[in-house]
């Protein structure tokens, strides 16, 4: 495909980890802006790029300018960007496009996946979700996306929205799951070690596997004597309410009096 | 070590797997137990046991029996089995040595993982629980463990229910927040696949990092904008009161509130 010139605004980690893997797929990463100059400096310098910590700076010949950043800051960088770019996008799953449309040639670029800068990724497998005001603008970004990654989807907005509502259970409070066991453990004077084995299989059992249909456990079977037995060694309220609510929310899907969708239907 | 003759009683998930596991470290699978004759056969035809479905065909010679049933079953099958055994165990997480006073050399080998027939596994890192009646005992179970795996752990009965229940947090609630995912993205017409490397990578994180410290998300940075936007989507009761509840407890968590324990102790 053709090689783009494009800009990074924000360095945190999805900045990070997006300008070298548009790097190392031979795209030139032309500026990266943080507002401290060394953060941009430390991505910077190992991809020939400008860092700069202005955004007077930016240079508008770039093909694209990525927003790397919280969504809450989206809208302050709007309006500070007083010139019309060939193409600007962010990268926030829950904000809409229309938070751009200030621009004429405008888009969104979400991958979805969780980024720590110091565990490196492979971001062939990064599931792109794309959307832009117009074809030509979503053509772009689709050969931009599958240069970088084979899972390239189409999402509107609203879509996206619930992408990212989904992704808080499916990685935020799965993790906050893992705290949770993390802390029973060390109140008990057990080593945390003991569960990584089962909670890597978790999740590859459902790699294959519908999570409906991997579901096990004392609340899955409603064996009643053993959800009691744990509920008595529940001394704090809110780890009572989490095990009690989570229970019940897991017998019903297997009851299917939840969720109102056809699973099967997915797996046609 | 010493190669022991060990028989089986239960021929479900957990039966299987270590059957198998046992034949391949050079251990010999004496019988294997089902009510269900066929069921049995299906796992010993591969590993040279003889395959029943009456406990008084036991052979009381052999060095261990291991009770692979589930944690309801056993006082049924501990009131059938009418001989001493040179050593009995069950695998059961929630049950307590205890059970087993009926017979003079007893324990507990308790496997810390999920177990599916048709998803093979590496019994090597499978952590595996150990308790005892008596140092002998202790120490036998210890080297068949060892013969085993790599991660074993000695347990009293009171910190391998604390155990058990931290795994239905790692592991069963966890998949349920998976569940939910897959059930909102269904809902909503979009792949469930958009949401599978982000799962991987959620579980990949804390084999290295204390979860408390990889918490992401809205809610560990307080974003009530984003929680509400989240929030109005969820039209189901119960999802409404996990989300509110799990994302009050990662701030929690995050406040230092909870738990009361000092994860850093565990990192020294």
């Given at each position: ?153 189409e999402l509107s907005s609203e879509k996206r929205l619930q992408c990212h509502l989904a992704a808080v259970f499916a990685n935020n409070f799965s993790n906050h799951m893992f705290a949770i066991a993390e802390s029973l453990m060390l109140k008990n004077d057990i080593p945390f070690d003991i569960l990584k084995p089962i909670i890597m299989e978790t999740a590859l059992k459902v790699q294959q596997v519908s ?58």
């Amino acid at each position: 495909m053709q090689k783009l010139r494009i800009s990074i605004i924000g360095a945190g980690n999805v900045g990070y980890h997006l300008a070298n893997a548009l790097y190392k797929s031979g795209h030139s990463v032309l500026q990266i802006y943080s507002r401290n100059l060394q953060t941009a400096q430390n991505i910077s310098e190992n991809l020939h790029s400008e860092a700069i910590n202005s955004l007077s700076l930016l240079n508008p010949s770039a093909d694209l300018l990525i927003l790397c950043v919280s969504d809450s800051a989206i809208p302050e960088l709007v309006n500070q960007i007083n010139f019309q770019p060939k193409l600007i996008v962010h990268t926030a799953g829950s904000v809409s496009i229309k938070a751009l449309n200030k621009f004429e040639n405008r888009g969104v670029f979400y991958p979805m996946q969780t980024f720590s800068k110091n565990v490196s990724l492979d971001f062939g497998n990064i599931p792109l979700c794309i959307e832009a005001d117009s074809p030509e603008n979503l053509s772009d970004l689709r050969l931009l996306a599958q240069s970088l990654s084979k899972a390239v989807y189409e999402l509107s907005s609203e879509k996206r929205l619930q992408c990212h509502l989904a992704a808080v259970f499916a990685n935020n409070f799965s993790n906050h799951m893992f705290a949770i066991a993390e802390s029973l453990m060390l109140k008990n004077d057990i080593p945390f070690d003991i569960l990584k084995p089962i909670i890597m299989e978790t999740a590859l059992k459902v790699q294959q596997v519908s999570p409906l249909q991997a579901q096990t456990g004392p609340a899955s079977r409603n064996d009643t004597a053993t959800l009691q037995k744990h509920q008595s060694l529940l001394d704090a309220p809110d780890l009572e309410k989490i095990y009690s609510f989570v229970s019940q929310s897991i017998l019903n899907y297997k009851l299917g009096a939840m969720p109102e969708i056809d699973i099967a239907k997915n797996n046609e």
